[in-house]
């Protein structure tokens, strides 16, 4: 059980006045901050025999995303990312990336918040058939980042492994997963075993556990590092789902790529099992996004929600701020099977200009509704997003398992960063919310 740590009236409406229209004013604010509970005790309540020495880690990362379903207020679904990792240095000077619980698999959680209280009510490993872990090791040698304990010392990749940073569920109790790694879209079991996950063509992943369908356009084996897919969303009328890229493609190199301003949203035709739509999300400028930076490459894409079939919000963010926008994807501006897609096309769709007549053609409408700088007590990384209700926001944050490691001591001490959940009250409503949408469907259906 967690203690509510604040409910803040904020008056003062200039605080975000000046950045966003006036519906972005919050006018409260409820902060829930989650007890903690060890890494290996949450994991082996999950899958047992699956963590053995946790080395005092806690369980945290489940701020990678929030959702949601349609007509449950104060239930949610979140999902940890691979685990936790620290950058480290091999022994030839390489970049690696540690993992000092390697054996830990993601976990997709449900939540519950009522009153002053916000907690954990059940843990689902991600797994194999035969229930052994996918764990959140790099899957390909020379793509994915080396994997190493928490020293350096390199360790095996895992085909299998996951980078989880999205989920939603649908009615039948299926979750929707994204993954960072391949990039890919990974559809789970109410049981948390994996049915299939869907890669990039040309994915050089073999053997895994799972079925592997590699139907995604191939040029999204371009992405940058740890930038892979970040926000996932599920219209609700669980037609479409959607997908978002967390940066902009290394395409055609990393100079353009880090410069970059344009990144993607892809759309799956759930019935079918194929993407149907692929559009161009251009990021605002850093310093709209977060004051302190003037850096493209910060910018990151993450959470969504979809409000209906063609309007969603997305959030834009760094690690110390970020923005909500509402945007709305048009079938004339979908870029999939384009030259776009395309590695030969020159200019790429990444180098273009924000001004370049090309890409203002192909740029959805999008709207600017809520900065985090109108919420004093918003923590860092925040990550997950749902909606609560037509005047109310939920987000979530990651905490990164909250720990550090000393590559001079080789001591692993916990960081104190709790994982906080948060309500914000906006001024003025939404144009409409996934369970008002939801209610229209259902009322249509009932008079067919």
């Known amino acids: 059980m967690s203690v509510r740590i604040g409910i803040v009236g904020l008056t003062v409406a200039a605080l975000a006045a000046a950045a966003v229209p006036a519906m972005a004013v919050t006018s409260g604010v409820s902060v829930y901050v989650f007890p903690s509970e060890g890494l290996a005790a949450a994991s082996n309540s999950a899958l047992p025999g699956s963590v053995g020495n946790d080395f005092g880690i806690l369980l945290g990362g489940y701020g990678s995303d929030l959702y949601r379903a349609p007509g449950l207020p104060g239930e949610y679904w979140v999902v940890t990312d691979r685990g936790p990792n620290n950058d480290t240095v091999l022994k030839d000077g390489s970049a690696g990336t540690g993992f000092p619980v390697p ?17 954990i009510t059940q843990k689902i490993a991600v797994q194999s058939a035969k229930g052994v872990g996918a764990t959140g090791l790099p899957n390909v040698v020379g793509y994915d980042s080396v994997p190493t304990n928490e020293a350096g010392v390199a360790i095996a990749y895992n085909v299998n492994g996951l980078d989880t940073e999205g989920v939603v569920r649908t009615k039948n109790g299926d979750f929707w997963l994204v993954d960072e790694y391949a990039p890919s879209i990974v559809q789970v079991g109410p049981d948390g075993v994996v049915k299939k996950r869907i890669v990039p063509e040309g994915w050089k ?14 040029i999204l084996l371009t992405r940058k590092a740890n930038r892979g897919f970040e926000g996932v969303a599920l219209s609700p009328s669980e037609k479409y ?5 967390q940066s902009p493609l290394l395409n055609p190199d990393k100079k353009t790529g880090d410069a970059s301003l344009q990144t993607r949203i892809l759309r799956m035709d759930l019935a079918k099992g194929t993407i149907d739509g692929e559009w161009v999300y251009r990021f605002e400028a850093p310093a709209t996004v977060d004051p302190s930076t003037t850096k493209t490459t910060e910018l990151k894409l993450s959470a969504m ?4 079939d063609s309007r969603m919000l997305v959030q834009e963010r760094t690690d110390n701020a970020f923005l909500v926008a509402q945007v709305t994807l048009s079938p004339g501006q979908s870029i999939l099977g384009t030259s776009y897609d395309s590695l030969t096309t020159t200019p790429s769709m990444e180098s273009l200009k924000p001004t370049d007549s090309n890409i203002v053609a192909l740029m959805p409408f999008k709207s600017v509704i809520f900065q985090s700088s ?3 007590e918003m923590p860092k990384k925040v990550e997950g997003m749902a909606v609560e209700n037509s005047n109310t926001l939920a987000f979530i944050n990651d905490n990164d398992f909250s720990f550090a490691y000393d590559a001079k001591s080789g001591k692993i001490t916990p960081t ?9 009250t ?9 369970d008002a949408e939801a209610r229209a469907l259902a009322k249509a259906a009932s008079v067919r």
């Open 426 to 434: 906006l001024a003025e409503p939404l144009p409409t919310t996934p």
């Open 374 to 376: 109108s919420v004093p």
């Open 103 to 119: 054996t830990f698999t993601p976990l997709i959680m449900k939540i519950k918040v009522s009153g002053s209280t916000a907690q």
């Open 205 to 218: 992943g073999t053997g895994a556990a799972y079925p592997i369908s590699a139907t995604l356009p191939g």
């Open 241 to 245: 789902l959607f997908i978002g890229l």
């Open 305 to 308: 929600v979809a409000l209906d």
């Open 416 to 424: 104190g960063v709790p994982t906080q959940f948060l309500y914000v």
